[in-house]
């Protein structure tokens, strides 16, 4: 791991972001997209995140990001927020949210696979 500054994963950050804002706050009435795509689209948000100003391994990068993924969605179980003493609707809140489902995990599951899948087939073609 070494830090090292990309413009190409900033600006997919950004755009990723902006997504995610669209479907917390337009798409919000259509259930599928609100519920499953938003944590699926998550993960590469943060792996996107991470790779705009650290160069590693994109395997562990993707595996350290379920597994964050998860740790997050148990503080929901164990509602760590209100814990902390954020109040509902701020940001931290929102952040690390409220409610516990498995369904999320599986939401994050997925994310990561299609990236590891893409980061695999990406990297194959850029060997041929």
């Known amino acids: 791991m070494k830090l090292a ?25 259509i259930f599928f997209v609100r519920a499953y795509l938003g944590d699926v689209i998550v993960v590469m948000l943060l792996y996107t995140f991470v790779k705009s100003f650290v160069k590693m391994n994109d395997e562990k990068l993707i595996l ?28 931290m809140y929102i952040v690390i949210g409220n409610s516990f489902s498995w369904i999320d995990i599986l939401c994050y599951a997925a994310g990561c696979l299609l990236l590891f899948l893409f980061v ?3 990297s194959k073609k850029q060997n041929n």
Not at 10 to 15: G, Y
Request: glycine residues 6%; hydrophobic residues 55%.
């Open 5 to 29: 500054f990309n413009l190409k994963y900033l600006l997919l950050t950004v755009f990723i972001f902006l997504i995610e804002v669209l479907i917390a706050t337009k798409l919000a009435d």
């Open 64 to 91: 350290g990001i379920l597994i964050f993924s998860c740790l997050v969605e148990f503080a929901q179980y164990f509602t760590v927020a209100e814990k902390l003493g954020f109040r509902p609707g701020s940001l």
């Open 120 to 122: 695999k087939l990406n």
